[in-house]
Each structure stands twice: as structure tokens, then as C-alpha cells.
């Protein structure tokens, strides 16, 4: 049985779903959101044995029968509206978390990707010194909540040189990472409200997509400056031509190292070619997504990710 | 059910090759293939997996009290109902095909006499579709038709291959499916798990195949229906896929694990067949155990008579995203219309987002209510006229035929706080009192490209949505300060506040414009 965790929405888990029917593998979905009120839980010890399952008797999941778990895009528990009281809701909602989390550390499954290594691998701080460390070439960086830090590095880099982008992606406050424009130099005293993410900006003669399964490398190059927007390739992506490529060797055996320093099966990674042909790590989503590359180019990412969890399937 | 005839008609000749001494084949159980044929084209479909995803997000903001349904009345729908047969006795009756329009219009309607057995745990769970439907009267070239096509097929047997919705092989093309629901019926239909009663397509998938199938001897109540599929519920359980809704276990095997997306039906282990006794617990749901009794189980004919208030506002929700044109809607009155919208209300109510959901109660709806679903409102380019966006700041302009001022207990009027989607000075809500909020600086600046409305519809439309109600409340705010104006009762803070008040007002305006493309 193999378990991906997800929302019943998401396009991603239904492509791996029919994938795996097509190779009559059992799969099932579970969203998180479910528990507690429509989904049981059941952890037992018992005379040096323990047992884990969803449900709460009779037929029910057997975590253990799981051999491989994907671990694609977590919901929090949602309590029940039948608690009214604020204090009363926070503790239901501690206590489902708590017993989740406990769970998924107490399960020795193969995961893509392990929750714990997801959680880290998902802080950008933490990808640019990995990223660094493993021979990855990274952009200038200054990461700070300083107004004059921010200032004097946008002095140095130059008018028009820098871009800025967040750390978190709101569905409903989304921006794209952005080319620091004049009129908005003024606006750095908001950087004391919080911390913003300066770099220095890599000019592209193509964006690179590298979506990274176990050992398999499917480059991906997106022609990012034949679209209306070339600083971010993913907001006009729908224009950008996409097409396979192969990354030279160097470079792919340093995203490996990546991939192994983090800890992770699964990945996508973001990168820019720059004209004079070197290649800038710029970041790498550890739950990214595949679909509209692979849409374009071919290649058979969900068939790589259907075949990983296979390989583990019990 | 062997050797049912039907003597009355002359026969036409059997097509060549045809069985016709062979007796109809009747599955002892039911088995519908919808669950098969949806895997089929999640495989194989890139455009059904979107529609999927896309309309499971609708489904889910209707679901958390983010946006309500559009349709409020009955929604009638014209059916066409195409006869395939092999043999005369497989080529219906009008008779036939009726019984089973009038089955679903009952089942549909919560007008079904057996629903007066649901048990009383349950009785009070079943609800009105509202979908009535009725053969089609005009066919899609505009002409005068029965809603009825009649194709001999040398086909003793189709399979759920969709090979029936094609007149190249074997079948009859579909009509465009957002003016008609598609009915094949069959005289047989096989598949690799045994034969089949039918199947649906969900919605989002391929125009040319969107419909479902029932076998002819599990179609209406008379004729070559045969026991105990003979009461018409095998097309009320596919026409509840083809609206979205799953089957009633989930479809997990018998692991208690996975969910029919509807919270108000029990959890449930696996599939009942026949005619059960209440209760059967499974899954831990007692006492009341298994809803069998619901259209989206495998039981009888005889045994399912209900959906349930969740059911209802899946299949709605769906009917507003995937199907928004089909059928014509019997409510007498637009709540675009009826649903005042001057109600000041200052929300600290703020949007859920999809990613970070706290464990928070959904926030109540405000101005929500009332319009078409947000697809359509942002593919709209004639954004909703608005009193105030021609007048430009900085200058205040209030009309001064107004009349008194409204609010005067607590002062000055505030403006809407707590801003939700939305970029920019969206965010940059003034707490009252004409005090401008600060904002993180990626908040603070505007988007450089409006690009990511196609990466984003979803929360772009939001945005819109979001917008258009912050604009209303701002205007009524506006309008309350005018009145107070041209009344004299405006001192120098309250216009000082005001004033400020119009500037955010303009500002939200523009980024409206930039939003909507106007
Ligand atoms: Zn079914």
C-alpha cells in the first residue's frame, strides 16, 4: 500500500494516483484536514509490540502495511465546529497535531520526503549554505530586517541590479520576485516590519527547472526572456517555451549532493544559465511542483515518482 | 431476469452478427465503472486533471463558507437520451425513456414516496437536489426533436471505453454537452471487473464523452427494465457522478480511510448490495452505522432513495463551476438583485487562505453571496459599475443630493480593517480614524506584472472578489461622510479622515483597475 498525504484537489497526487492504478498498485489519499472529526487515529502498545492505524475499529488502515509514504502536501487537522470556545478549539487542534507528528516519527517508512528533513529543506536560509557548501554557485544574498543593511547593498550592487523576493507564498498575498524599481528604494524603511530576501540579480539566457526523483535528473529548460515578464519564469509561464536538457556532469553531480547533504528523494530546483554559460542555484522546493513541465517537455516525471514509491510498496 | 420480449413493435432485422438469441445479460449486484473510467482519464487526460483540481478548490471554498452557490432555484435540465440497439427489444419505448425522467425528477426533487422509509436517524439528512430534467425540444441545430436518438448498432456489447459516445464506432456522437445532458443507453456493458449498470464521466473531462451510460435493462420502469434494477435508480446514482458525487464509502476499499468529500454522510467501509437491514456498522459509525439507503451506494433499486444536504451542495457547487450554463434556472428572483449591499459591517473576519488554514471557524460570508461564481466574474472584462472610480483623487467629490448622515453614535464611520486578498496597499488598511496601516515591504510595493493572474486564477479572482467588496464598503462609508457634508456636520478631523479615507479609496481603485485589466 503506498499513502500519499494530500488534498483531494491536488492535481499532482491524482496524476501519481492514475499512474499507479495503471500499474495495479494499491494507493490511497489522505487528507489531514479529515482528522479528527471524520477520520479515526488508533496508536497501540502493547507487550513490547506497537501498532498504527487510521480508523477506529474493525477494518482500518494499517500504517505499517504502507511501505512508502509521500508526503505531498499536509493539511492541519480542523476541529470541530462544535467547540466554541477559543481556549477549548487551540487545545484540540495541539493535542491532533501532537499526536500526528508523534505518528509520522514513529513510522519507518520510505518517505518522500521524510517530514522532518521537508520541514528543514523548505527554509531558504538553510538551502544557500547547503546549496554553497556542496559547490553550488549562489547569488549575492543579504537577508535582513536592517534598513540601512538593505540600503547599502542595493547602493552596491547598483541601480537596477537587485531583486527582492519573500520567504513564504500566501496563495492570496503571492508576489513574484521582483527587480528593486527606483520609486520603490523609498519604501526599504518597511523592511524593519520584516525580514526581506536581497539578491543580487542573475541575469538568464534560459531559467532551468531541475526536478530531481532518487537518482533520475529531468533538466528542464523554461525560456523565461522571450516572455513578457523575465525576472521570475513562473508568472508568465504559460508563454515561456519548455523543453528537456542535460545539465553537465559537474553540475549534476552537485545537485545530487544536494539532494543527499538535505536529506531528500524528491525536488525541484530552481537555477538560471546565465549568457556567459554558468549556472546560479537560485532555490529548490522540496514539494515543488512537475505537471506543467512535464506537460511540455515530456518527460516522465510522474512515472519516475510512481516508480520510487513502487519500489518500496509492501 | 432472462427473455424479457416486447411483441407490440415489428422488430427491426437484427443487424449482422448479431446475438440476438442471446437473453439480457442482468449483473446479480450493482457495479458501476465511473471509479475506473475516472482513473482512465486522470491517466491520460492533463486538461480532466486540472478541471478536477480546479473544481475541488470551488468545492472546498464553498465548502469553508469562502463563496456561496450561485444557483438558488430549481435548475432544469434537457436530456437527450441516445438508444443504442442491437436487437428491436434493446430499442426503447417512449414509454421507457419516460419512466425514467419522471424517476429522476422525483429523486431529484426529494418527491420520491420511498424516501418516507429513510430511518429517523437519517430522515432528517435527505434534501432536495433541486435539478428537474426533461427531454430536450430543441436538438443543437435548432430544430424540433423528442431529446431522443435511435442508432441500430452491430454492437451486441459496448464496453466502458466510450466507444458507444461515437458514430465511428459503433455509437451516436454526444450533443454539446453545455446545453444537454448526454444518456446512452446500451445492450450491454462489460468491463474487466464483470458487467456494469452504467457509468458516468465526472465532470472536467473531454466534451465528446461527458454523459453516462446505463445498461437498457436497468433504464426506467418499464419495458426491458428488469428487476431489481427496474426502478430508474441506476441512472439517479450515474447523473450523481456526473454531478460530482462519489461513491458514498469513498471508494477506499474498505479501509475507513478515504471520504465521499461530503461531511454530513457517515463514514463508511466498503459497498452494500441487495437490500440491507438497518443498521450495518462499519468504520466505527454506529449506531446508526452504513447511510446504504443513499442513491450513492450499490444497493437495489429498491433500497436507495435519498441524497443528503451535503450531497446537494456538491453537486450544486459543481453545477456552478464545471457546468455554469447548462440548464435554465426556475428561481424567480436574482439575489444579485435582492441582497442589499449597503449593510456596513467591518469585518475582523478575514479570508482563510487555502495554505494556512488555522483552526479558526470559516469566517461568516458577507458580501459574498450574491454573485455569479468567480470564474465567470473574472473572465468578465466589464467590471460592475462603481459610483465612485471615474472620480479621480485627490480632489473629494461627493454627490450633494444626499441625505442625512447615518451613523452618528460612534462618530466617524471607519473603513473596512483587516484586508484579506489582495496586492498592495490592499493590505495597507487603515485601522479607523483615517490612521494608515504600515506594511512589510514586499506588501508595500505593487505588483510588476499582472502575468501571475494565470498562475493565480484562483486567488486572482479572490483578489477581485475581495476588491469589489472593500470598494462597496468604502463607497458606503464615503457616501455617509458626503451626507454628513453637504449636511453641515462634518468638522475639519472628521474631513481630515475622510480625505484619507478617499485616498485609499483611489488607490484600491487603481489596483482594481490593474486586477480587472479596465
Ligand atoms: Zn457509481
Known sequence: MILIVSTPGDEHALAVQAELSRRKAQSKLLDLSEFPQNLGLSIRYKAGEGSFAFGCEGSSLDLEECGAIWWRRPQQPQISSDILRTTHRHFAFNESVEALQGLWHALQPFWINDPARDYVAQRKVYQLRVAQEVGLTVPETLITNCTRAA??????????????????????????TRLLAENEVQLLDNVRYAPVIFQEYIEASVDLRVTVVGAQIFAAAVHSQDTAYKVDCRIDISNARIEAVELPPDIQEKLLSLMGAMGLVYGAIDMRRTPDGRYIFLEINPAGQWLFIEHYSKQPITAALASKLLEHDR | MPGKTNKSNNPPPPAAGAASEEPPVVPLQRRCGTMAVHYRHLHSDPDYLRARAASETHYSAIVQGRRALARVGVTTIPVVVHVLFNTA?????????????DVMNHDYRKTNPDVASAPAAFAPLAADARIQFTLATVDPNGAATTGITRTQTNSASFSDNDAMKSSATGGHDAWPRDKYLNIWTVPRLTSPQGDLLGYAQFPGGNAA??????????????????????LGRTATHEVGHWLNLHHIWGDDNNACTGSDLVADTPNQAGPNFGKPAFPHVTCNNGPNGDMFMNYMDYVDDAAMFLFTTGQVTRLQASLDSDRPTLGSSTSATSPILDTPVGTLKFGDDAPVTLKFRDDVPPPSLKFRDDGPPPSLKFRDDSPPSLKFRDDSPPSLKFRDDIPKLKITDDGIPQGPGGFGPGPGPLGAAFAGSGRTSAAPFVLSTPHHSMAWVQMFPQAAAEAVNSAEDQLRQYEEVLEQYGQADSAGQLSSAERQAAESIYADYASLVAEYRQLTGS
Open chain 1, 151 to 176: 540600503g547599502d547593498f542595493v547602493r552596491q550592487q547598483g541601480a537596477g541590479r537587485v531583486i527582492y523576493k519573500s520567504f513564504s507564498a500566501l496563495e492570496n498575498e503571492w508576489r513574484e
Open chain 2, 209 to 230: 464523452t461527458d454523459g453516462v451510460v446505463i445498461l437498457h435493462s436497468a433504464f426506467g420502469t418499464n419495458g426491458t427494465a428488469a428487476a431489481p434494477f427496474n
Open chain 2, 89 to 101: 427489444q434493446q430499442n426503447l419505448s417512449n414509454a421507457q425513456i419516460q419512466s425514467q425522467i
